[in-house]
């Protein structure tokens, strides 16, 4: 799997939109873009992925370049309740669902 | 629906003893996963399962044992704890990916302590 980098922390303030970047410079054609969360003391959990398009649901939006080596997650009205360490994976599509986990963003949500 | 639940939340063991920590899910999910998580760090596999009966190792799976005899149950064992093997332990499972990617569901974790 392609390698990712992200800032460890960021702050935001209630209300406004966060804007997440990560780099994923190595990746390969049939990787994807996934994104976890993980609030404070429990298990991450499932934001959004996507492949080349971007994407939205009802959490957030991903914005992924072009050229696919970076990759925006936008949490468009950012609340204090989304504070947490966000985690940026890419992973191929048939690597047994396996996700590997690096240090993550802190995003800390200010009121 | 109560998702992946984890059973104990808490424990603490002393050098040497065995446990086994239990995951079990309500979603008829094939995949099933054990992470560890140590303070300030991502998490890693130890082992997972892609379905009844069958298990194989992770990133880390060293000290750890598993065994998968229900669909719904993933047990996660520790034969002889050491004080490495502080952490907080997640299970999640999923669908397979069968080229579609499938998020994974996450249990809240049980934290351990080795003494």
């Known amino acids: 799997d392609a390698k990712t980098t992200q800032p460890p922390s960021m702050d935001c303030a209630e209300g406004r939109a966060a804007n997440l970047p990560c780099n994923h410079s190595t990746i390969s054609g049939n990787e994807y873009v996934y994104w976890y969360r993980q609030i404070h003391s429990q298990g991450p959990q499932y934001i959004i992925h996507g492949l080349k398009n971007n994407e939205t649901n009802e959490m957030a939006s991903l914005i992924i370049t072009e050229d696919r080596k970076s990759s925006t997650l936008i949490l468009p009205h950012a609340t204090l309740r989304d504070t947490a360490v966000y985690y940026c994976i890419v992973r191929a599509v048939n690597a047994g669902n396996m996700l590997t986990f690096g240090g993550g963003t802190r995003l800390m949500v200010k009121p | 629906n109560a998702g992946v639940t984890q059973t104990p939340k808490f424990r603490v063991l002393k050098t040497g003893q065995s446990m086994t920590l239990l995951c079990a899910q309500d979603m008829n999910h094939e995949y099933m996963y054990w992470y560890r998580q140590d303070p300030g760090m991502g998490l890693r596999l130890i082992h997972y399962s892609v379905g009844e009966g069958t298990t194989a190792k992770g990133e880390v799976p060293d000290g750890y044992n598993v065994s998968r005899l229900k669909k719904q149950n993933f047990l996660l064992g520790l034969e002889s704890a050491a004080p490495s093997q502080t952490s907080v332990y997640f299970c999640?499972?999923?669908?397979?990916?069968?080229?579609?990617?499938?998020?994974?569901?996450f249990g809240d974790g049980t934290r351990l302590s080795i003494l």
């Open positions: 999640a499972s999923s669908y397979p990916s069968r080229g579609v990617n499938q998020p994974q569901h």
